[in-house]
Nanobody, 124 residues
C-alpha cells in the first residue's frame, strides 16, 4: 500500500509561483508512474502532469505546458510540481497519484493510490 501526502499549496496572486511536493511512504514508488491531477469546485478531476518511473519521460495537460514542471527524486520518494505564472483558472485542489506500472499516464482511472490533496488558490 502506498501512502501519499501533498504539501505546498496556498493562496497566491496571479503570476506567482508555487512548488507542490508529494511524499510517498509504505511502498517504494521508484518503479511506479506518478502524476498530478486537480479538481476545481463543480468540475471533474483533471490531469495536470505525469512522469514515468525514472522521470525521464513526462506528459502535461495543454493548459499547463510551459508553466508547470513535474519532477521526482526516487531516492527521497518525493515528487514535485513546480508551478509558474499561475492563473486564476489554476485554482483547485491538487492531488498526487501513483499507479501500479512504470509509465506516465493521463487518465484518472490508470492510478491506484491517491493523496488527500492540497488547495491552491490564485487570485486575480
Amino acid at each position: 500500500q502506498v501512502q501519499l501526502v501533498e504539501s505546498g499549496g496556498g493562496l497566491v496572486q496571479a503570476g506567482a509561483s508555487l512548488r507542490l511536493s508529494c511524499a510517498a511512504s509504505g511502498y517504494s514508488v521508484s518503479n511506479l508512474g506518478l502524476g498530478w491531477f486537480r479538481q476545481a469546485p463543480g468540475k471533474e478531476r483533471e490531469f495536470v502532469a505525469a512522469a514515468n518511473w525514472n522521470g525521464e519521460r513526462t506528459k502535461y495537460a495543454d493548459s499547463v505546458k510551459g508553466r508547470f514542471t513535474i519532477s521526482r527524486d526516487n531516492a527521497k520518494s518525493i515528487m514535485y510540481l513546480q508551478m509558474n505564472i499561475l492563473e486564476p483558472d489554476d485554482t483547485a485542489v491538487y492531488y498526487c497519484a501513483a499507479r501500479g506500472g512504470p509509465l506516465e499516464k493521463d487518465n484518472v482511472n490508470d492510478y491506484d493510490w491517491w493523496g488527500q490533496g492540497t488547495q491552491v488558490t490564485v487570485s486575480s
